[in-house]
């Protein structure tokens, strides 16, 4: 599968974003989503996951109670919602899928995601 992120910007600190992914190719219902991001000079880091159909969500500490992430399989596309943005959070933002027949396995790790988009920078400023 393809990917394609956008929705990035340049936000003050407590304002929100709404990042998207849209993907081109087939069977996307069993793929694994899930969003990273990557701030200058530091190594790509996992934000947030959801697993197929049903779609059980997972979130970093950092992400908790603050982003969101969803899928619509109908429309091959994948969001993050992120609220209550800090400067800390400036970053590029990466989407990635992993094609999964079946359940389980790690989400976490930049290795277990076989799809890529090309990122979207989000900027906060303070």
């Known amino acids: 599968v393809q990917l394609q992120a956008s929705g990035g910007g340049l936000v003050q600190a407590g304002g929100s974003l709404r990042l998207s992914c849209a993907a081109s190719?087939?069977?996307?219902?069993?793929?694994?989503l899930g969003w990273f991001r990557q701030a200058p000079g530091k190594e790509r880091k996992w934000v947030a996951a959801?697993?197929?159909?049903?779609?059980?969500?997972y979130y970093a500490d950092s992400a908790k109670g603050r982003f969101t992430i969803s899928r619509d399989d109908a429309e091959n596309t994948f969001d993050l919602q992120v609220n209550s943005l800090k400067p800390e959070d400036t970053a590029v933002y990466y989407c990635?899928?992993?094609?999964?027949?079946?359940?389980?396995?790690?989400?976490?790790?930049?290795?277990?995601?076989?799809?890529w988009g090309q990122g979207t920078l989000v900027t906060v400023s303070s």
């Open positions: 190719g087939r069977e996307f219902s069993i793929y694994v």
């Open positions: 959801i697993r197929q159909s049903g779609g059980t969500t």
């Open positions: 990635a899928a992993d094609r999964r027949p079946n359940f389980g396995g790690s989400l976490v790790r930049v290795a277990d995601y076989g799809s």
